[in-house]
Structure formats: structure tokens, C-alpha cells
């Protein structure tokens, strides 16, 4: 196998692969944020999203890729399916951590908060918010390093990425190929864990 | 807003029941402008719920509370909570927020120009005897337990609210820094001339702070009495409070007041 060929198909596959988490990861912060601040104003839908958010973890993920396929619309071979697929297993934790983060800020503070003649808004964006952030990037930061993992089987459905070199290594049962697809990977799962922890622990400042 | 108004308190037949439970059993009394009126009582007498309905924390299930002949119901709360100062025994500054950042937050709601907001900010904590070029900066986690709760009444200062309530302010301080911290109370209530709505359980503090005295059991309301009064009277829950001040030499101070 000629070397410059393997390094670029590398540099095209871990871009591929970074997009397809970045897009997810972007997505389920989009849902998963704002149905978290929901479930702390809502106590009664709690045991529903949480529940269902729990099952989407517990499907295994070859098998969650594999249910999809058939549905209209998000379903279909490709990136679309895989990215439906991701969104769902980050959700969670970002949802559950939103949820938790924001429940956890001291009553007193809250209760000083209203008291004080603070709006729904300002109690959310001043107060409740900025306290909370720390868990919350917590739980994007586990969203994002799992979903950097689980998107190598992307490749299984079509959608590209590393996967695409460990499942042709897998078939080929050629070492260097599933290295190929496993390294960067593990580089950029950890590059991620870092990235979000230092800005995590900027907000320790409290 | 006149630097000098306060406010008119008035509860009207108020009932409060969770469920089944009467927390406040027809409570009926005026609070004049001015004066500060302790609600005092043993724990579950209902004295908190009492004063969150002053500022439209809690609503009365019946009757109205009128904070200037204003129903609660009817008031924007929002605008109703903003000319209120409230201080608690967890005080609950914000974490996050610098000591100036904490004092200075309803001026900020308020929209105050900032060099106003910074100019009463430092003119409060000096009032309540912290140096602003020491605290100003500083986060709550550094102060101890009695500065936070001057920063906290320096914050329920801030904008020149008509109307301060108190909910147990002093209960988590040692016993000498909770005496330093009544003295400025009195300090603060002979130059601002605020009505003062402030809940305790200790007799003393009661008997120390209050222009009059409401004791309440079980939500209903005992007796409404000056100090002087309360410290006659022979009901069988006066009784029981006056009990604690039977071997204590501050009922000589009052005594003599």
C-alpha cells in the first residue's frame, strides 16, 4: 500500500468523521439544552423524556443503525441516518445534565433571585444558567467523546468516517487498516476530553 | 420613587391552607409606615409563609394582603418584588457574582446608570460596615457568615426599597456577631425610617427589634402587643416565650427601656 495515499485517505476520513460529530453534537445541544431547562419548569414530563432518553442509550448502536434504515424520511442509507442515530445516543447526557445542574442551584439563591424581582429570564440567563454550566459541559463533554466513538460505525450504514477503515480492516483482517480508522479516533476522542474540560474548568470560578 | 416613602401593610382575613393543612388561620392586622412589626412564633407557627405574602412569594388561598392598599393579587409582582428588600438566614448572594455585583443587582434590574449603581453600591457596604475597597471585588465564598449577611443587607437596601423584610436574618450567627448585627438593625431603622416586616423565634430578638410584636400559633394570631405589653401579658403562649427570658439578664435591659 503506498504511504502518501494512506495519509490522505487518513486526513479525509478523520475530517469526515469530525464533521459527522460536530454536526451531531451541535444538534443534540440544540434539543437537548433547551428540553433540559423544559424539564426543570415541568416536573411532570420528567419521567417520560428521561425514560426515553434512557432507552435510546440502551440500544445497542449497530442495532439502533440498523432500525433506522427503514424509517421514511430520517432513515435511508447515508450520513442523514447516521447523524439521526448519534443525536439520539447524545442526548442524554446533556439533557439529564441541563435537568440536574439547574435543580441543583441552591434554593436560597433562587428564592433571593424571585424575591429580588428577577424575570423568568433573567432568574434563567443570570442565576441559573451560569451556575449550572459547569455540569452541563460536564455532560458535553461525555455526549462528544462517546459520540466520536460510536460514529466509527457510521461507516456500517454509509455515512462515512473512520468506520470506513476499521470495518474494510475487519473484512481485509488487515491490521493496519483498523489501526488507520482506530488511532485517530482515540486521538480525537481525547483531544475533545481535554478541549471541553479546560473550558469546564473555567467556569469553576464561582 | 421618593427617597424617604415606605410602605402601608395590611392583612385581611388571610388564610393559607396546603391541602388539607391551615397553615395561616384569618390573620388580620395593619402594619403602619415606619414601624417594624416582628412576627414571632415556634418553628411551623407559619410566620415565613406570613411574610412571603408580603412580597408575592406565597398567595393567600383567602383574604388579600394590601402592600400601599394593593392587593398582592393585583399588583405586578414583578414591580411589587423590586420595591421590596428581602433578606434571609441563608442569604443567598449569588456565587457567581462579585460582592459589588451582588449589592448592586436590583439597581441593575432597575436600570440604573452604572457610575449610580457603583456610587450606591460603595455608599451601602459602608454603611453596613465593610470597607468597599476591600469586599467590593471580592466573591461570597470569601467572606465569613456575618459578612455575608450585612452584604445581604446592603443588597435589600440597594434600591431604596419602601418596604424590608426579614426571615430569620440572624438565626445561623454566633450569638455576638448576631448582637452586632441587630445594633446596626436599629442603627439602620433610626436614620431610614423603613417599614420592617421581621421574623424571628427568639423572644430576645423580638423583644429587641420590634415596634410591635405579633406572636402567632398555628397559623392563628395570639396576640399583637408593643414589647412593653408583650412582657405583661399572661396568655399561655406569651407565657411560654417569657419563660425563656426568666433567667436571663437582657429582660433587665428591656425592662429598663
Not at chain 1, 460536564?138 to 461507516?155: F, L, N, P, Q, Y
Not at chain 1, 473484512?171 to 485517530?184: C, E, N, Y
Not at chain 2, 388561620?25 to 412564633?41: A, K, M, N, Q, R
Request: charged share 20%.
Amino acid at each position: 500500500m503506498n504511504r502518501p495515499g494512506l495519509l490522505r485517505e487518513i486526513l479525509q476520513h478523520t475530517s469526515e468523521h469530525f464533521v459527522l460529530v460536530l454536526i451531531s453534537i451541535a444538534i443534540a445541544l440544540a434539543i437537548g439544552i433547551p428540553a433540559g431547562i423544559l424539564l426543570t419548569r415541568r416536573p411532570m414530563l420528567r419521567t417520560g423524556v428521561l425514560g426515553f432518553a434512557n432507552v435510546m442509550q440502551t440500544v445497542p448502536s449497530l442495532a439502533l443503525f440498523g432500525f433506522l434504515i427503514p424509517i421514511p424520511l430520517i432513515g435511508g442509507i447515508g450520513k442523514r441516518t447516521a447523524i439521526v442515530a448519534l443525536v439520539l445516543y447524545a442526548l442524554l447526557p446533556i439533557l439529564r445534565n441541563t435537568l440536574v445542574g439547574i435543580l441543583s442551584v441552591e434554593p436560597a439563591v433562587r428564592e433571593s433571585a424571585i424575591a429580588m424581582g428577577m424575570t423568568g429570564r433573567q432568574l434563567l440567563q443570570q442565576v441559573e444558567l451560569p451556575l449550572a454550566a459547569r455540569t452541563i459541559l460536564a455532560g458535553v463533554r461525555v455526549a462528544t467523546v462517546t459520540t466520536i466513538g460510536t460514529a466509527t460505525i457510521a461507516a456500517a450504514i454509509g455515512g462515512g468516517g473512520l468506520g470506513e477503515f476499521i470495518f474494510r480492516g475487519i473484512a481485509s483482517v488487515d491490521t493496519t487498516q483498523i489501526l488507520a480508522g482506530a488511532v485517530p479516533a482515540a486521538l480525537l476522542a481525547l483531544i475533545s476530553d481535554g478541549g471541553i474540560g479546560w473550558i469546564e474548568k473555567r467556569f469553576s470560578a464561582v | 420613587m421618593a427617597a424617604s416613602s415606605t410602605a402601608t401593610v395590611e392583612f385581611r382575613s388571610v388564610s393559607f391552607r396546603i391541602g388539607r393543612n391551615l397553615i395561616l388561620d384569618d390573620l388580620s392586622f395593619i402594619i403602619e409606615p415606619g414601624e417594624t412589626l416582628v412576627l414571632l412564633g415556634r418553628s411551623g407557627s407559619g410566620k415565613t409563609t406570613a411574610l412571603k405574602m408580603v412580597n408575592g412569594l406565597v398567595l393567600p388561598s383567602s383574604g388579600e394582603v394590601l402592600v400601599d392598599g394593593r392587593a398582592t393579587a393585583a399588583w405586578d409582582l414583578i414591580q411589587l418584588r423590586r420595591g421590596i428588600g428581602y433578606v434571609i438566614q441563608e442569604v443567598g448572594l449569588f456565587p457567581h457574582f462579585t460582592i459589588g455585583a451582588n449589592v448592586g443587582l436590583v439597581p441593575k434590574l432597575l436600570e440604573w446608570p452604572p457610575e449610580r449603581i457603583a456610587a450606591r453600591t460603595t455608599e451601602l457596604l459602608e454603611q453596613v460596615g465593610l470597607d468597599p475597597g476591600q469586599f467590593l471585588n471580592r466573591k461570597p465564598r470569601e467572606l465569613s457568615g456575618g459578612q455575608r449577611q450585612r452584604v445581604g443587607v446592603a443588597r435589600a437596601l440597594a434600591a431604596d426599597p419602601r418596604l424590608l423584610l426579614f426571615d430569620e436574618p440572624f438565626g445561623a450567627l454566633d450569638p455576638v456577631t448576631r448582637l452586632e448585627l441587630q445594633d446596626q438593625f436599629l442603627a439602620l431603622r433610626k436614620s431610614l425610617h423603613k417599614t420592617s416586616i421581621f421574623v424571628t423565634h427568639d423572644v430576645r430578638e423580638a423583644l429587641r427589634l420590634g415596634t410591635r410584636i405579633a406572636l402567632l400559633d398555628r397559623g392563628k394570631l395570639e396576640i399583637l402587643a408593643t414589647p412593653e405589653e408583650f412582657l405583661k401579658s399572661r396568655t399561655p403562649q406569651t407565657r411560654a416565650f417569657l419563660d425563656v427570658l426568666k433567667m436571663d439578664v437582657l429582660k433587665m435591659d428591656v425592662l429598663d427601656r
